[in-house]
């Protein structure tokens, strides 16, 4: 097996450099296809005694030095394995054998924190207001921040963080070592949805051996190898639990469960207030039942985002209201009758018990008088709209016109009501 992986490296070492400037796109396009060099190259990185550890280092720092996306992405997979490797022979102190290794980091390191024309790069950061709406939140649900949301928009709350220049190193010492393997976490943990599932697998195994080596917890994992204690900054742990995070939505939910509780569990050793921030942040966060691998893609986090007041009001008054008021017009009774039926047409009917009976003030019988106008009249649209009525609605409208001749001449003659 061994002479077999051996035999792919030789391939890929040679086949590089041999490869015209005019195909170095191609061939950069199909090396993530190649899944048994990336497994060989990992055994190559994980033997810190092999051959061809030092000219892959090489070839690896030529990769990322050739200004093609695609492969500086190939060599910054192996960075987690590499950065395993580096802190492992550390512990031991058999610097001698990690040579190649440190010099590929403090390549990968010199080459990010400078910009094309050779200046220092300054990063900058921004913090997102609660004030303003993000993907996280809306300020309408926090509270009496609604109530300060205008004043708050005009501040200047916005509050961007800078990291850098960094200084350039020429090798790695004890005082800047977690400050180099930060920054290269940092640059890693930017690409991270282009890393393949190997690389987030090994993320994941290498940050649960860094917190628990020389700890108790070691002959739990039954991790073996080194069995000194790693010391790590708060700010790499950070960065390690932003690539974890990433690991949970995408295919990776045990490792990354199990490197996350390993992390905390260092953090609560090392009383490290940020980590211990993050990573309650995070287990708090979780659903409860486990993700699943996606064979389609990457997964992205959901967010439920809060619909807005206005929305609300909107939507309440065009169906809500509008219906509700639509409903109590038809089941509201015309004159004491049932609802007439559609398409046939009613003719209003009209009480004259008040003229042979009753007296009736003269306000009182001119607004029912008025109503039997506006009923006559919706009666007469009605029935020249509908098509199905066309035959039949001259006979019933002289049918009302003479009905209403009669009443009128019947009030006239009796003399009880005065206009």
Not at 40 to 62: A, G
Not at 66 to 94: I, K, N
Not at 290 to 295: L, N, R
Request: aromatic content about 8%; overall charge neutral.
């Amino acid at each position: 097996m061994l002479a077999v992986d051996t035999g792919v490296v030789e391939e890929w070492l040679s086949e590089f450099k041999t490869l015209p400037e005019a195909s170095i796109s191609n061939y950069a396009t199909n090396l993530k296809d190649k899944s048994s060099l990336v497994s060989s190259l990992y055994k190559v990185i994980r033997e810190p005694q092999s051959e061809l550890l030092e000219p892959v280092c090489h070839q690896l720092f030529e990769f990322y030095r050739s200004g093609e996306q695609r492969l500086l992405r190939f060599t910054l997979q192996f960075l987690p394995e590499l950065m395993w490797c580096y802190l492992a022979v550390s512990a031991s102190r058999d610097l001698q054998s990690s040579g190649c290794i440190e010099a590929l980091l403090l390549g990968v390191y010199n080459l990010e924190i400078v910009d094309k024309q050779g200046h220092s790069k300054v990063l900058s950061f921004t913090i997102p207001s609660l004030s303003k709406p993000s993907v996280y939140h809306e300020p309408s649900s926090i509270g009496s921040m609604a109530l300060t949301e205008g004043a708050l928009s005009q501040h200047g709350l916005s509050r961007v963080v800078y990291s850098g220049p960094h200084p350039q190193r020429e090798m790695l010492t004890a005082q800047n070592r977690f400050e180099v393997l930060t920054f290269l976490l940092l640059c890693y943990n930017a690409a991270l949805s282009y890393m393949p599932a190997v690389s987030l697998q090994s993320l994941c195994q290498i940050c649960s051996r860094i917190c628990v080596c020389g700890y108790p917890r070691q002959q739990v994992r039954k991790y073996k190898g080194v069995n000194s204690r790693i010391p790590v900054s708060s700010e790499f742990m950070v960065q390690m639990l932003t690539g974890i995070y990433y690991a949970f939505y995408n295919g990776e939910w045990d490792l990354a469960r199990k490197a996350m509780d390993d992390i905390l569990y260092r953090a609560q050793l090392e009383l490290y207030p940020e980590p211990l921030l993050v990573a309650n942040a995070i287990k708090a966060s979780l659903p409860q039942g486990a993700m699943k691998s996606s064979k389609e893609g990457t997964r992205c986090i959901q967010v439920e985002i809060t619909p807005t007041s206005s929305r609300i009001s909107r939507n309440a008054v065009t169906s809500m209201s509008i219906r509700g008021h639509r409903w109590k017009r038809h089941e509201q009774p015309e004159n004491g009758n049932d609802a007439p039926e559609l398409g046939n047409f009613v003719i209003p009917e009209i009480s004259v018990t008040n003229v042979a009976g009753e007296r009736t003030g003269n306000g009182e019988k001119s607004r029912a008088l008025a109503e039997n106008d506006s009923q006559h009249i919706q009666g007469v649209q009605e029935t020249a709209t509908d098509p199905r009525n066309d035959s039949k609605g001259m006979p019933e409208i002289r049918r009302q016109k003479s009905v209403r001749k009669m009443m009128e001449d019947g009030i006239n003659s009796s003399g009880r009501v005065q206009f």
